[in-house]
């Protein structure tokens, strides 16, 4: 049961992620003259690929997008660790390593890159996800023979 509190506290905090990330991306407007230029001219820059033509400011939209949507997956996909966990799965334990792995990438990849918020909630989904793995009880031994 304390598994899937954990994995659902894990979920809450994604989703959270989701929406910080979604409202903070799409609401960004550099405010020094400098900032406004580069966000000008990312989205007035165009550039071809194949027979496609692009903007940098395009290709930045569609990647903060598609985090987004890998943030709410990822809500989705530790809200089943959860529910998997209250089930007495086992198979939520090497999912939730590799979400716990995620998240400390997270966590260094914003304290270089970003912010203290987001590497606070990688952190503390990170713990989260942990918690969740150490409840769910250890492997199954497999029986010689």
Not at 40 to 60: D, I, W
Not at 86 to 102: C, D, H, K, S, V
Request: charged share 10%.
């Amino acid at each position: 049961m304390r598994a899937a509190v954990w994995f659902r506290a894990a979920a809450v905090l994604m989703l959270l992620f989701a929406v910080g990330h979604t409202y903070g991306f799409l609401a960004f407007r550099p405010e020094s003259a400098e900032g406004r230029a580069v966000w000008e001219a990312m989205n007035s820059v165009r550039f071809s690929a194949g027979r496609a033509t692009f903007s940098y400011g395009g290709f930045y939209t569609g990647f903060g997008l598609s985090i987004s949507a890998f943030d709410v997956f990822s809500a989705w996909l530790a809200w089943t660790l959860g529910s998997m966990a209250r089930a007495g799965e086992r198979r939520a334990r090497p999912i939730g390593w590799a979400m716990f792995a995620l998240q400390c990438v997270g966590f260094v990849l914003s304290l270089q890159y970003f912010s203290i918020v987001p590497a606070v909630l990688s952190a503390v989904a990170a713990v989260c996800f942990l918690l969740g793995v150490i409840f769910c009880g250890s492997p199954a031994k497999r029986s010689a023979g």
